[in-house]
T-cell receptor
């Protein structure tokens, strides 16, 4: 079966750094997305990784290791507005998008 | 403004009634998708369409139906055959290439009692 694992919930402090991990076991791999979703709202695109390594975009960075089936999203200089769920999604060999359950990130002052 | 609209935001229906959720996009994207989101679970694909007049079942298509008569519109009907229809429904669109991100509408929260 296909599986994507993320922690259910994480808590961090405003101004700090947090790393949200995602591990996947899928039939093939054609890319990995990270999305942000505020409660009751639509997911919005954060990043896309298809090659190993780190992609940096402002305060957010995403890392991929295809050999380990592993990715992480790194959020720096946390702000209260970063409180949201973060969804990891993998494109499998059939080019279908497989979604993780998401990690709810709680930011405390 | 380019984007995806879903209406209404909240919808209430009695058990046994069919209900249609609208999804319109002005992004000129070929591919459109319907997902269902339940608490503690990932997005689950109901149906998707890569071109007009063609659509494919996703992982949980039973009890749902769709049509794609126009590029910009992809309505979803939740039929009375769907055993547990109360959920948050999200519509998305993309260019259809494998690396393209999906753009999501604001979602419709359907409650069936």
């Amino acid at each position: 079966g296909q599986n994507i694992d993320q922690p259910t919930e994480m808590t961090a402090t405003e101004g700090a750094i947090v790393q949200i991990n995602c591990t996947y076991q899928t039939s093939g791999f054609n890319g990995l997305f990270w999305y942000q979703q505020h409660a009751g709202e639509a997911p919005t695109f954060l990043s896309y990784n298809v090659l190993d390594g780190l992609e940096e975009k402002g305060r957010f960075s995403s890392f991929l290791s295809r050999s380990k089936g592993y990715s992480y999203l790194l959020l720096k200089e946390l702000q209260m507005k970063d409180s949201a769920s973060y969804l990891c999604a993998v494109i499998d060999s059939n080019y279908q998008l497989i979604w993780g359950a998401g990690t709810k990130l709680i930011i405390k002052p | 403004d380019g984007g995806i609209t879903q209406s209404p935001k909240y919808l209430f229906r009695k058990e046994g009634q069919n209900v249609t959720l609208s999804c319109e996009q002005n992004l000129n994207h070929d591919a459109m998708y319907w997902y269902r989101q339940d608490p503690g679970q990932g997005l689950r694909l109901i149906y998707y369409s890569q071109i007009v007049n063609d659509f494919q079942k996703g992982d949980i298509a039973e009890g749902y139906s769709v049509s794609r008569e126009k590029k910009e519109s992809f309505p979803l009907t939740v039929t009375s055959a769907q055993k547990n229809p109360t959920a948050f429904y999200l519509c998305a669109a993309s260019t259809g290439t494998e690396s393209s991100e999906q753009y999501f509408g604001p979602g419709t929260r359907l409650t069936v009692t």
